[in-house]
């Protein structure tokens, strides 16, 4: 019964708002619609507008000023450890090994005796001719006074010429025989002396060849022992023929490098040195020129054969524009910088960078000492966007490049 009765008052509802529509004006429901509908997307559209009006909120940027700065021009090359001085130490006779005074990989200073070979032989060969010098110089002493003995005679007729001249060969031959002798005498001495093997530079042994007891012959190809000279040392490395000039200036002016030794993963040591040598021609087929820097390496740092880098310090130029490297960015049109304007909105400005060393970026133009650019939040920005300067972030502690070289002047 009351289902029935709520059909009806629904029917009923129906029928007057149907002829409340054919009845009403017209310009009535638009107010009316209005009034019933949601307001929210009134809102949302009030909301939209209120944001165009105010703008998109500054973007959070570091900043810094561009300042002028002496630049420093850096070669930074892998180089190779070399010894100043290496000698492989052969015999200049045969003999046996009877003394090593020394062990493998020691630090020996010139003139040190190093190896020992037998000697009896030589020393009684020495004493030999000695012997044979002293019997001729008896001779000699007795030959001379017969000869003086009989050029007093001959004038008197006591004695003939031919007596005479008898007694003068006689001590010329033994003037001629102790000659030879004090030769022969001398050459045993020579060979005496080379019996006893010396060090000729100063540095460091390497492996013995041959030990204790061995026989050695003076034309046996390998060395007994070779020596590295250590302190000081040299360093080679190879830099494009574009750097010849530089080098050359360098050079001129005795420039130092930085040798740089990795190790175990941790800060690399630093050995200072000096640029001693440029290559007298350029190697085609690489289209490199050769440099050589000496350190004294006191603390033996340097080993030969050691990869080590090189950075060497050409010259510095006074006075160029400098910015922080994570300011520079590049683009289509170049390398630019975001400037920042009186008004705290920023600008793209295309630059020349001619060297980029460590964290330090030094422009040849584009820009003006004292002008703000931005060094980090770059991807937020859109030309003539509003900034907001914070404080810059503590850096992360990576190792910055020594040198990266994005333009070719300098």
């Given amino acids: ?66 300042s002028e700065v002496d630049m420093p021009i850096i070669l930074s090359a892998p180089g190779t450890v070399e010894p100043l001085g290496n000698v492989v130490v052969k015999p200049r006779v045969d003999g046996q090994i009877v003394e090593v005074t020394f062990k493998e990989g020691d630090l020996v200073t010139q003139g040190n005796v190093l190896f020992r070979l037998d000697d009896r032989l030589v020393k009684a060969l020495i004493a030999q001719a000695e012997a044979n010098i002293a019997k001729d110089e008896a001779n000699l002493r007795e030959a001379e006074a017969t000869l003086a003995r009989r050029e007093a005679l001959v004038t008197k007729q006591v004695v003939s010429e031919a007596a005479t001249e008898t007694a003068r060969n006689a001590a010329n031959s033994l003037r001629a025989s102790i000659a030879a002798g004090q030769a022969f005498l001398d050459t045993q001495k020579t060979q005496l002396d080379y019996l006893t093997i010396r060090a000729p530079i100063t540095g460091r042994t390497g492996s013995l060849a041959a030990k204790l007891g061995a026989t050695v012959r003076a034309q046996d190809a390998p060395g007994l022992v070779t020596i590295n000279q250590t302190k000081p040392i040299m360093v080679g490395f190879a830099v494009p023929q574009a750097e010849l000039g530089a080098l050359r200036r360098a050079l001129g002016a005795r420039a130092t490098a930085d040798v740089k030794v990795s190790g175990g993963g941790g800060k690399p040591t630093v050995v200072q040195a000096t640029l001693a040598f440029v290559d007298n021609q350029v190697d085609r087929a690489t289209g490199t020129i050769i440099g050589k820097v000496v350190a004294e390496n006191a603390d033996e740092v340097l080993w030969p054969g050691q990869s080590v880098e090189v950075v060497l310090t050409v010259e510095v130029k006074p006075r160029v524009l400098s910015v922080p490297a994570a300011a520079v960015l590049p683009a289509q049109q170049g390398m630019i910088v975001w400037v920042i304007g009186a008004d705290n909105k920023v600008a793209p400005r295309v630059v020349v960078v001619e060297r980029i060393v460590g964290r330090s970026a030094f422009l040849g133009d584009g820009v003006k000492v004292g002008e703000r650019v931005v060094t980090d939040g770059q991807i937020r920005l859109a030309p003539g966007a509003t900034v907001r300067i914070e404080e810059p972030r503590r850096p992360s502690g990576g190792p910055a490049s020594e040198e990266r070289r994005l333009h070719g002047r300098g």
């Fill in 1 to 66: 019964m009351r289902a029935r009765r709520f059909g009806l008052c629904v029917v009923g509802a129906s029928v007057a708002f149907g002829a409340a529509y054919l009845f009403l004006p017209a310009t009535y429901w638009p107010d009316a619609l209005r009034g019933l509908a949601s307001p929210e997307p009134a809102k949302v559209a009030a909301k939209k507008g209120d944001g165009k009006a105010r703008g998109a909120p500054p973007a959070p940027v570091t900043a810094a000023t561009v």
